[in-house]
């Protein structure tokens, strides 16, 4: 079944986030950040007492949890852990959560369930156009450089009014392009067929004008605008 599925890659502090939700609603699509699903996960993996390295159980924590989108909200177990997962504690787990092929691969059936639920659907992370849907209509990797992406961590940070160092910021960015890029499984690249978009002399306005423009260059499957 062709789906009218934007996909949206890049590493941390790109702009996916805010670039896709916006866009996500210019086109009255839906809006999934896989980031939040990994980021719940690994939330109740910690929550649970187990150890985050032993990927049996970490599946087993995974396969059983019940994760709900609604309205920008994110609810795990129907909870609403949509502060809690932005946590540095979450932060620094995710990775080696993430990197779990049978993490993985519960989480690919769930993203693809949602895809077939939504009339369109925009859908940002680190292998959707390269794994979850390689056969995407649109696909785009953000990338920034990452100085750029370290600025504005530190102050989305600041606005949480956790004040870090600009230095610390930028290795903790570095350090997660290592981990998400050198993995096995998945890991972050740009798809060959990805429109690539440096966001970093860009504002988000601008980053969202360059996608729907070639969104509507290239128009839905059975959708009417
Ligand atoms: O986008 P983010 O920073 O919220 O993502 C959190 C982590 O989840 C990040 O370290 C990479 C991982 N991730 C992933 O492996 N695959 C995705 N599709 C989305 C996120």
Same mark, same amino acid.
């Given at each position: ?66 994760? /709900?989108? =609604?309205? !920008?909200? &994110? *609810?795990? $177990?129907?909870?609403?852990?949509? @502060? +809690?997962?932005?946590?540095? %504690? ?72 956790? /004040?870090? =160092?600009? !230095?610390? &910021? *930028?290795? $903790?960015?570095?350090?997660?392009? @290592? +981990?998400?890029?050198?993995? %096995? ?41």
């Amino acid at each position: 079944m062709m789906r009218n599925v934007v996909a949206i890659d890049g590493p941390a502090g790109s702009g996916k986030s805010t670039v896709s939700r916006i866009a996500a609603e210019r086109l009255g699509f839906t809006y999934l950040d896989t980031g939040a699903m990994y980021r719940a996960l690994t939330l109740r993996a910690i929550k649970s007492g187990i150890s985050l390295e032993d990927e049996k159980r970490v599946e087993q924590v995974v396969a059983s949890a019940n994760l /709900e989108f =609604e309205n !920008g909200f &994110v *609810l795990l $177990d129907g909870t609403d852990v949509t @502060k +809690e997962i932005r946590s540095n %504690q979450v932060t620094r787990h995710v990775p080696t959560v993430a990197a779990y092929p049978s993490v993985r691969a519960v989480m690919l059936v769930k993203q693809r369930l949602l895809a077939d639920n939504s009339a369109g659907i925009v859908m940002e992370g680190r292998d959707i156009g390269t794994v979850v849907f390689p056969d995407a209509r649109w696909k785009f990797y953000l990338d920034a450089k990452p100085e750029v992406r370290a600025k504005r961590r530190q102050k989305e940070l600041e606005l949480q009014g956790k /004040e870090r =160092e600009f !230095g610390a &910021v *930028l290795e $903790d960015i570095l350090k997660r392009d @290592k +981990e998400d890029s050198e993995r %096995q499984t998945a890991p972050l690249r740009r798809a060959s067929d990805a429109i690539l978009i440096d966001t970093s002399e860009l504002s988000i306005n601008e980053t969202v004008e360059k996608i729907i423009t070639e969104i509507e260059s290239k128009k839905p499957y059975a959708v009417s605008w």
